[in-house]
Structure formats: structure tokens, C-alpha cells
């Protein structure tokens, strides 16, 4: 019979039911009516128990269909139930996997993870080879500190005396417009060759160091000769400590002058526009230099600082913020008559990257206005470092004051506040080119065990703004060895290139005196630096011992990972330290907080929790049991941890004696190694080799089947017992590959795949093995060879039952192209074995459906057929309940995924949205299931995305923030003589040869010239099941609109299956769920400073001495420019021709020794 047509406002087929008026005509529902909540988007959903709901859709009507009644979707939900089960019985061959392992008993044994000895022998190899790294550290530094005690200084040295590899010298004479190249000598700068090394994934010079001198620094200067003549004996010492220790990389003297000696020698990667980089603005340099910091920056905005002075404050305050690391704490403050701070942070807030990213944004924001009151501006700021109830580093308290002058001193604050202990050392800084007297200035940072500094345009602002660290390094030298303690660093980009790594720092001292007699010096040197890569760390690690699931992860005294598996930034600044905090790098929860904080104590521990864990592929949550046991690192500031699920604690290990005895050469004829040749896949399937590094000489490849040539070319040169093969995981591929062949044997070769509307079959291994059958199926798989990087095979060694995997589909993308390719869903289930009472889960084994046969196959499953081949015919005048076959027009059908994907739908025009999230299928549905706890979300940021870079704004052509004169300034020749005339000359002519000050761009100017992606923070958010396991139908109430639907989980798999009635007439606008990840600001900073993590700083603090010598304060002299000068610098920057630089004149003259 036909199906009556449902139309808008027309009475509904069934039961007696209110006839649903169209939007705009017909009655609006009265006043008792339900109706959405007022100003929502959510429609209001009604959830009738079934027992009240079932009379209401049974009630037999005139020759229509009705919405099925729940014992017959539940009827349905077993029959699909079912016939996955039974496909899975036969051709997943689990049971028949089992029978194999058992049979082949003999060819393996069951090895135990025990997690506290695991744990703790990963730590000690982790102690040793750091120890390493600390007596080189240590050798280099009393050598550094003898040669500068032995050296003579040199007043008339010359370039020409000092022979020297400059790492910048290549990069240089390639640039003609060079200012190097225009000086012309180059007759000082050694020329070398070099050779490839895969260790420092560079070309290196193992017979010379290499020297770095910052751009802004002038190489001619006599102190920089000087460094440079004394620092380069310590080239043998750096040559001595690599045949002492060969596995050494970077061995690195950073200058308090800036000059950088590395070993081995290598060109430095010079950026695109201008290299900025200073050894003395490293993260490892400022962590090696200084004990932990608490500063309050005050910044003088009175009216008389406006133009180009306030530009220059905000510049200065920026990069002062680039001077702090994650051990330090920071505030950042205004004030004129009054102090308020810039930003939302009312105390001291970690100087991290985030942090510091508010207050430079917040620092762009200061207006000029009222009269300068520097008692305000001090009382905030001791009020600030008075503050106990905060978080804080609680060693160097300081005040660094930007002003452009004035004559209070406020003796009386220091008195109230300071005296006479000085506690708190006070910077001041006199910024822009003025008249006032500075005298006040000198005498706050002098009475307060502090420095004064000048900065009169902006090319004194780096150099100033990192000196103060001079100072504060003064009680450790003057503690001597005991401030000598290695420390060692975050995780951060190396700048040569070397990857992640971490840094052994240790100070250097200066051990001179200024005569017989005299109080030694007070300077520090610089620092030395080790760098170890995290990859020579991560190989201390078991992995493939672990399972999928387990992992080992480091963590330090912050809370920041130093090893995990996803510590996996997509781009870096190497000006910034890599800071992923443990509870970003996994979902947090309170059990993890308590870890973390145990860890960061130095506590040893174990602890098994119920957590959440992402998908690999970052699209589904799971809840899975994990044991975590953690011991700390001794000698060090980390901590390490050890993750295992309960079904990792054991393994197997391949056991081949018995064939290796029988074999004499080589490995390629062992018994079951011929199923892995080519030759074999058509009768025994294609098999995929996980990528490792079975042996030493194999050649890495990306393509699965050159990597599986290479593999088999080399096994037919080596021994089965090769010391340059690891047998562990050659003999487990071996017999994997034996044990995936008898499954052939045994189950998949006498099956008809296409009875059951299968396109593969396949098995993977903790082995490394993955068996596709057919071999023509291994055409279009997509999974990752590597088992334990295919999200397939983790989430089916997590999930009990049959997990289903629909192809990954972007919203943004085009639609799956049926026509023209065939579409599979991998459905998986892990194999489960039970020896001896030991239990492990070694493989995973699944079946690929063919996704319009299984579509089809879903219709008949899911109707009131009650013969193959016949749907139901519902008479003229007989009540039929509707189905997902017969009624597909009026009823939508649906199998939706944990994740909330879509797998199969009765609609077949959403085959093609098979694997897009559901709610851009059916909005109104999808929130419906999750407001009635179908489904649990889960948001979370990720701190390592990388995004494209954001359009520049509307800059037009000139220079960002540059003072701008007058036509009347321009016509005034006393103009032409004064101090601002001078500082914007100065400012044009920093801005021709530093570029990159002005440009929008600094990211590119100092970070890798490929880059063109920005480290970033992106939203994600997953779906899960959440409580609800029962069936029950529940009605959509859009007021004009309504729709019944049905929801039932399926036994044993992770579908849920939805049965609705389509939407009658236009659906209510309700809000859309989103699970795309997306852009985001990250957490709101100022809510996460109030309720911070819990973290402790380094066990040293140096910021008190006795014997300190405090006379060295700053005695800065600024000087008027005569007319010539100027007229001389005009015609330079007409002729394009920048001025000889000239050494840099400060109150540091101690460093001629």
C-alpha cells in the first residue's frame, strides 16, 4: 500500500497525536503548552518512561505506520548485534588465534614488566649518562676559569692578531649588503671544511670550535679581542672531554660579553632577516647565570613621557620580560600620581610563556597623562614582593623602574620599606634623550645594591636590559664552589638544530683580583653548556616492552615533561623554553595532580587510576585503567614516571634457539622468515613491517615497501645471533610473522570474503607485524604499519568488545567518492591470552566491511522482514509499525561511533558522510543524544599546535610606533641640534640595519627561516559514552515541530543505534555541537594566575653575600650631539652606508682584567 504522505500540520500517522501547525500559520501552543526556555537555543527535550510512552505509539490507527515500539527497536538492536558477532566469529579468527599462540608454546616465553624495578633502573641509566655530561661540565669550567685567571689583558690587540673560526662568516661573505663585508677585513676568520655527522644532524669540524658574536656587538672591540684570545684554549679541552665521552654533542661557552665558543665547529644557521641571537638571552644561559628572580617592573606613563620615549619603554619592558625564565615570577605596573597594574594580574605571576604574552600585550596599551609619582610606583612595588601569600621564587627580589627622569628619591620608601637590610635591589633605567638630571636615578639603584643604566634610542635596549644579570650573579661567584652546581634545563629547541634538548648549565667564575691584596672580582664569566638530546634520553627507555599503551615520561620541578609520548610540538621558538605541563600533556584529573605534585617532591610512588586517555588520531576518549610508578632522577631536578595498563604487566619474548641452532647463515633462512618476501603475499596476504630499528645498518624508509626491501636485503647478510641487531625485536617480528601465517592457513583462505560483503581481513602484532588479506585489499589500507601508532590497534587493546572505525572524513573536505572507490569501516577486537594464569593481549584481528554492502545489510537488520528476501507489505486497512528499510523516507536509521562519527545510516544520501562527526549530519539530533547523557564531552587545549601565520595589519609603509616629526620641527634648526632630533636619527639608522625591530615579523627574524607556522593553542574537544547504558525513547520538543527517536547501546561494540522519526517541517534552531578542533586564546590567564599549579623552584638560591661589593652601580653619561655629527650621519644614511659601529661604553670596564 502507499505511505501516506506526511505534510506539515497534517495529523500524524498512529496514535492519537496533536496535529503539529506549521512556523507561521495555524495555532501557536497555549499557555500550558512546553515551550523552550526563553532566549535558549536548545530545543527542550521530554523524556516519557516507556511504559507511559508505549500506549501512546501502540494505538492501532487507519491503514498507517507508526514509530516502532521499543521492544521491537530492541529486537532490531540484537539482530545487528548478532550478525557482527557472528562475522566476527568467523572471520576475525580470535578463538583460532589463541589455539595458535598455545600450539606454538615452545617459541616463546612470558616475560613480566616489574614497574618499580623498571622504573628505577631507567633512572639510574638516565643519572649515568647525565653524570657523564656533569664531569665534562665540570672539567670545562675550572678550565675556563684558570685561562682567564692566566690571561694578560691586552690593551692595543688588534683583529688581525686573533685567528678564529666565525660561524657567520660563510653567511656573510654570501651577503653582499653584509656590514661585515663593507668593513672589508676578513683576514682573522679561518676558512674549514666539513663533514656530515647524523649525531649533530649538521656538518661539523671536529679540529676547531666555532664563534658566534652577536650582530649588535662590534668584533674589532678590544674586549671582545680579548675574549676571544683567552676562551680559545679552550678548544683542546673541548676535543679532550669528546674522547673522553664520543657521544658528547654541543659543548658550549656562552660569554657575559656575548661572544658564544662552540664545539665541534659548524656554520651558524643564519636566519632570513637579521640574527638577533644572544647567547645571553638563552634559556640556559639565564638559568646558569642567576638564582631564581621576583620582579616588579614600574614603568613611568606622567605626561612628560609620550613619542618616541614611551615607545622605547615599551620596547625596553618587553625585552626585560625575555630576560625571565620559568623559575622566576614577574608584575608588571604603570603609574603616574598613582600605580595600578598593566594588566589583569594583581601580584606575581610565573614568568612563563603565557603570562609573559599578557603583559607585552597589556604593556602596548600605556598612555602618558598626570605628573610623575615615583613614591606610588615604589610602594606597589613593595607591596608586590611583600606579598607571602603567593606563589613566588623567594630568592633575588628586585624593582626595575623605567622613567625618563625626575628629582624625588624617595628616601623615605627605601627607609620604610628596604633599609636596612636592602633585601630588594632597585634598577633604574633612564630611557629617551633629556635633559633632566639623572643624579636621583644613579642614587636609588646605588643605595639599593642595584644599577643604573641608560637606554637614549633603541639600540641600547637589548644590551641594557640583560646587564642587570651581572649583578645578581655577584653572590654566586662571591660563594664560590659551593654556588658551582649543576643545573639542568625545560626542554627547548636547539639553535643549531640538534631537536629537542636539555642543557647541563654550569656558571664560570672570575677568579682574578684587581690587584695584590685586593677583593677578588665579583663577575661572572659566562657559562658553560652540555646539551643532550632528548632522543639519546628516550633511548634509555623501554618501549616495545611496554605495549601500545605504556610509556615512561619525565617531568621536572615545574610540572614540565621531559619525556612523553606527546611532547610533540608541530613548530618552535628556540627563544623559548618547550613548557608542556604533564597535565596538558595528558587529560588531568585530581589522581594525576596528586602524581604530578608527588613527583615534583622527589617522592617515590605507584598508584593505579581509572583516567581518560585521547585517541592517537586525537578523536575519541576512552576510560581505561593505567598504573603509574614514578621514582625521581637523582642528581637532578626531573623525576621519571612509568604508565602501564594492567594488561601490559606481561609480554612475550621470542624464543628460536631451537631454529637458530638448526641454522648456520643467514637469518633469511629461518623457518616462517619467507612469509615476509613479496612472493609469498598472494597466497598468504600482504604484510606491513613495522618501521623500527631492528638493526643498526638498516636504511630507515618511509615507504612500507622499500623499508621491507631493505629489510629483507640485509637479513640475508646477517647472523641470527648479530650483535648489531637487536634480537629482541627481530625474533618477535620472526615469529609473528610465522604465527599471522597459520591464521591464514587455518581461517582466512578457505572463506568467501565477499559472502559476508568484506574487503579484507587483517592481523596486527605487538611484533610489529600487520597481515592484510587479500593482497589486492593492501592497495587501500591506510593504517599506520607501525601497530603501535595506528589508533585501530591502541583503542581495541583499551576497549573491551568490537570497536568500529569509520573512515576519518573533514567537514571541510569533499565527501567520500563512492562512484568512484569502495569504502571500508575496520572494525577490531584485541586478542586476549591466558597462560599459565598470566594475561596479555599480543595482536588485534578485524575484518574491513565494505561500507554500501554493510548500508544495505543495516536496512534489512533493522526491519520487520521476516523472510530474506520479502520486506513487510502493511494491508489497506491493517497498522504496521514503520522500519529502517520500507519507511526510509520518513524514518532515519543510524549506527553512530563512541567518538559520535557516523558508520551506517538507512539514508543513502549519508553514505557519503560516513566518518564526519554527527552533528554536521543532524544537528538537532546528535543534541539531543547528547543532552539526554548519551554522550559525555570533553574539552582540552593543545599547547604545541602550530597555525598559519595571522595577515599582517594595516601598517601602511611606515616604520610600527616611530615618532613622527612636524613640519614646524622640520623648519626649526633648533630642532635639528636637540636630543630628540639625535634620538630619531639614531633610531632611523637601527631601524635600516636592524630591520626586523620594525617589522611585524620578529618571530621569522630570529626562528628558523623555513617557518612559516606559528606555535599556537588550539581547542579540542571529544565525545564519549556517557551513563546512560539503558534503551529508551525520548521526544524532541521544538514546540512546532517535534520528533520521537530511539537510542540503544550495542552489546559488546562501541555503537550506539538511533532510530528517529525525519524532521517533519523545519527544525528548531538549536545550537550546533562542534567537535572540529579549533583556534583558540587557551584558558583564561587571569582565572588560571588565582588558582596556580603546584610547582617548587631550583634547591639553590644565591642572593646575599656579606662581602659584596656594591660600589659598581652604573655611572651612565649621556652627551649632546654637535650639528656635524649629525650632518655626518644624514649623509651615511643617504648613502646607504652604516657607520663603523663602536664597542659599547658602560660602567662594566671591570671585564679588562
Known amino acids: 500500500m502507499a505511505v501516506p504522505a506526511r505534510t506539515c500540520g497534517a495529523s500524524r500517522p498512529g496514535p492519537a497525536r496533536i496535529a503539529l501547525p506549521c512556523p507561521g500559520r495555524g495555532p501557536r501552543p497555549g499557555p500550558g503548552a512546553r515551550r523552550p526556555p526563553s532566549g535558549s537555543q536548545r530545543p527542550l527535550l521530554l523524556l516519557l518512561p516507556p511504559l507511559l510512552l508505549l500506549p501512546l505509539l501502540a494505538t492501532p490507527g487507519a491503514s498507517a505506520y507508526s514509530f516502532p515500539q521499543q521492544h521491537t527497536m530492541q529486537h532490531w538492536a540484537r539482530r545487528l548485534e548478532q550478525e557482527i558477532d557472528g562475522v566476527m566469529r568467523i572471520f576475525g579468527g580470535v578463538q583460532q588465534l589463541r589455539e595458535i599462540y598455545k600450539d606454538n608454546r615452545n617459541l616463546f616465553e612470558v616475560q613480566e614488566n616489574e614497574p618499580q624495578k623498571l622504573v628505577e633502573k631507567v633512572a639510574g641509566d638516565i643519572e649515568s649518562l647525565l653524570d657523564r655530561k656533569v664531569q665534562a661540565l665540570k672539567r670545562l669550567a675550572d678550565a675556563a676559569e684558570n685561562f682567564q685567571k692566566a690571561h694578560r689583558w691586552q690593551d692595543n690587540i688588534k683583529e688581525e692578531d686573533i685567528l678564529y673560526y666565525d660561524a657567520k662568516a660563510d653567511a656573510e661573505l654570501d651577503d653582499p649588503e653584509s656590514e661585515d663585508v663593507e668593513r672589508g677585513s676578513k683576514a682573522s676568520t679561518l676558512r674549514l671544511d ?494 606491513f613491517i613495522a618501521p623500527r630499528e631492528y638493526c643498526k645498518d638498516l636504511n630507515a624508509s618511509d615507504n612500507n615497501t622499500d623499508f621491507l626491501k631493505n629489510f629483507i636485503e640485509l637479513m640475508e647478510k646477517v647472523t641470527p645471533d648479530s650483535k648489531q641487531c637487536n634480537n629482541f625485536l627481530l625474533h618477535n617480528l620472526i615469529l609473528d610473522t610465522g604465527i599471522t601465517q597459520q591464521l591464514v592457513e587455518r581461517v582466512w583462505r578457505d572463506q568467501d570474503l565477499n559472502t559476508y560483503s568484506l574487503l579484507a581481513v587483517f592481523a596486527a602484532t605487538d611484533g610489529g607485524i600487520t597481515r592484510v588479506f587479500p593482497n589486492k585489499a593492501a592497495e587501500d589500507w591506510t593504517e599506520n604499519p607501525e601497530p603501535f601508532n595506528a589508533s585501530f590497534y591502541r583503542r581495541s587493546l583499551d576497549n573491551h568488545g568490537y570497536v568500529f572505525k569509520p573512515p576519518h572524513q573533514d567537514a571541510l573536505l569533499r565527501p567520500l567518492e563512492l562512484e568512484n572507490d569502495t569504502v571500508g569501516i575496520l572494525v577490531s577486537t584485541a586478542v586476549e591470552l591466558s597462560l599459565g594464569g598470566r594475561t596479555l593481549r599480543p595482536a588485534v584481528v578485524g575484518v574491513k566491511l565494505d561500507l554500501e554492502a554493510w548500508a544495505e545489510k543495516f536496512k534489512v537488520l533493522a526491519s520487520n522482514r521476516t523472510h530474506q528476501d520479502q520486506p513487510q507489505k502493511c494491508g489497506p486497512s491493517s497498522h504496521c509499525e514503520m522500519d529502517c528499510e520500507v519507511n526510509n523516507e520518513d524514518l532515519l536509521c543510524v549506527l553512530i561511533d563512541d567518538g559520535g562519527f557516523l558508520v551506517l545510516s538507512n539514508q543513502n544520501h549519508q553514505w557519503d558522510q560516513v566518518g564526519r562527526f554527527f552533528s554536521e549530519v543532524d544537528a538537532n539530533l546528535m543534541l539531543a543524544l547528547y543532552n539526554n547523557s548519551f554522550y559525555t564531552r570533553k574539552e582540552s587545549y593543545d599547547y604545541q599546535a602550530a597555525c598559519a601565520p595571522q595577515p599582517p595589519g594595516n601598517l601602511g609603509a611606515a616604520p610600527r610606533g616611530v615618532f613622527v616629526p612636524t613640519i614646524a620641527d622640520f623648519l626649526n634648526l633648533a630642532w635639528w641640534t636637540s636630543a630628540a632630533a639625535w634620538s630619531l636619527f639614531q633610531q632611523l639608522l637601527y631601524g635600516l640595519i636592524y630591520h626586523s625591530w620594525f617589522q611585524a615579523d620578529p618571530a621569522e627574524a630570529e626562528g628558523n627561516p623555513e617557518a612559516r607556522e606559528s606555535s599556537c593553542v588550539m581547542k579540542q574537544t571529544q565525545y564519549y559514552f556517557g551513563s546512560v547504558n539503558a534503551s529508551y525513547n525520548a521526544i524532541i520538543d521544538c514546540g512546532n515541530c517535534s520528533r520521537l527517536f530511539h537510542a540503544q547501546r550495542l552489546t559488546n561494540t562501541n555503537l550506539l543505534f538511533v532510530v528517529a522519526e525525519k524532521p517533519l517541517c523545519s527544525q528548531c534552531e538549536a545550537g550546533r555541537l562542534l567537535q572540529k578542533e579549533t583556534h583558540s586564546d587557551g584558558p583564561e590567564q587571569c582565572e588560571l594566575v588565582q588558582r596556580p599549579r603546584y610547582r617548587r623552584g631550583p634547591h639553590i638560591c644565591f642572593d646575599y653575600n656579606a662581602t659584596e661589593d656594591t660600589s659598581d652601580c652604573g655611572r651612565g653619561a649621556s652627551f649632546p650631539p654637535s650639528l656635524g655629527v649629525l650632518v655626518s650621519l644624514q649623509l651615511l644614511l643617504l648613502l646607504g652606508l652604516p657607520p663603523r659601529p663602536q664597542p659599547q661604553v658602560h660602567a662594566h670596564a671591570s671585564r679588562r682584567v
Not at 224 to 238: D, G, H, P, R
Not at 438 to 458: H, R
Not at 610 to 638: A, F, H, Q
Open 194 to 687: 666539513f663533514v656530515e655527522d647524523s649525531n649533530f644532524k649538521n656538518k661539523v669540524n671536529y679540529s676547531y670550535t666555532a664563534v658566534q658574536i652577536p650582530t649588535d656587538i662590534y668584533k674589532g672591540s678590544t674586549v671582545i679581542l680579548n675574549e676571544l684570545n683567552w676562551t680559545e684554549a679552550l678548544e683542546n679541552v673541548f676535543m679532550e672531554n669528546r674522547r673522553q665521552d664520543p657521544t658528547l654533542l654541543w659543548q658550549v661557552f656562552g660569554s657575559a660579553t656575548g661572544v658564544t665558543r662552540y664545539y665541534p665547529a659548524t656554520p651558524w644557521r643564519a636566519p632570513k632577516k637579521i640574527d638577533l641571537y644572544d647567547v645571553r638571552r638563552r634559556p640556559w644561559y639565564i638559568q646558569g647565570a642567576s638564582s631564581p628572580k621576583d620582579m616588579v617592573i614600574i614603568v613611568d606613563v606622567s605626561g612628560s613621557v609620550s613619542g618616541l620615549t614611551l615607545k622605547l619603554m615599551k620596547t625596553s619592558v618587553c625585552e626585560m620580560l625575555d630576560t625571565l625564565s620559568d623559575d622566576d615570577y614577574v608584575n608588571v605596573a604603570s603609574f603616574n600620581e598613582k600605580a595600578q597594574p598593566v594588566s589583569c594580574f594583581t601580584h606575581l605571576v610565573q614568568a612563563n610563556v603565557r603570562n609573559k604574552k599578557v603583559f607585552k600585550e597589556a604593556v602596548q596599551g600605556m598612555v602618558a597623562k598626570g605628573t610623575t609619582g615615583y613614591k606610588a610606583g615604589f610602594e606597589y612595588a613593595f607591596d608586590q614582593l611583600q606579598n607571602s601569600n603567593i606563589t613566588r621564587a623567594n630568592c633575588n627580589k628586585m624593582i626595575m623602574m623605567f622613567t625618563d627622569g625626575g628629582e624625588d628619591r624617595v628616601q623615605d620608601v627605601f627607609e620604610k620599606y628596604n633599609w636596612p637590610n636592602r633585601t630588594v635591589r632597585v634598577f633604574t633605567f633612564s630611557v629617551g634623550q633629556h635633559n633632566y638630571d639623572v643624579t636621583p636615578l644613579q642614587w636609588m639603584a646605588c643605595a639599593n645594591k642595584g644599577y643604573y643604566f641608560e637606554i637614549p634610542s633603541i639600540g641600547a635596549i637589548r644590551i641594557n636590559t640583560q646587564e642587570y644579570l651581572d649583578v645578581l650573579g655577584r653572590p654566586m661567584v662571591l660563594a664560590g664552589k659551593e654556588a658551582k652546581q649543576v643545573q639542568w634545563t625545560n626542554v627547548y629547541e636547539d639553535a643549531l638544530g640538534l631537536g629537542l634538548v636539555v642543557t647541563g648549565t654550569l656558571p664560570v667564575f672570575n677568579l682574578t683580583q684587581d690587584g695584590p691584596g685586593e677583593k677578588k672580582n665579583q663577575l661572572i664569566l659566562g657559562v658553560m653548556g652540555i646539551d643532550v638530546a632528548l632522543n639519546d634520553i628516550k633511548r634509555l627507555t623501554p618501549n616495545y616492552t611496554l605495549g601500545a599503551n605504556g610509556y615512561v615520561f619525565a617531568i621536572d620541578l615545574n610540572g614540565y615533561v621531559l619525556l612523553h609520548p606527546n611532547l610533540k610540538p608541530q613548530t618552535t621558538n628556540f627563544r623559548e623554553p618547550v613548557t608542556l605541563d604533564f597535565l596538558d600533556a595528558e587529560l588531568e584529573d585530581e589522581n594525576k595532580e596528586e602524581i604530578r605534585r608527588s613527583m615534583i617532591d622527589g617522592n617515590k610512588g605507584h598508584k593505579q587510576i581509572r583516567t581518560l586517555v585521547k585517541s592517537l588520531d586525537e578523536r575519541y576518549v576512552d576510560e581505561v585503567m593505567r598504573n603509574y610508578t614514578w621514582v625521581p632522577i637523582r642528581s637532578t631536578n626531573y623525576s621519571l614516571g612509568l604508565v602501564l595498563p594492567p594488561y601490559s604487566t606481561f609480554y612475550l619474548q621470542a624464543n628460536l634457539s631451537d631454529q637458530i641452532l638448526q641454522v648456520k647463515l643467514p637469518i633469511s633462512k629461518l623457518k616462517d622468515f619467507e612469509f615476509l618476501l613479496p612472493s609469498s603475499f598472494e597466497s598468504e596476504g600482504h604484510v
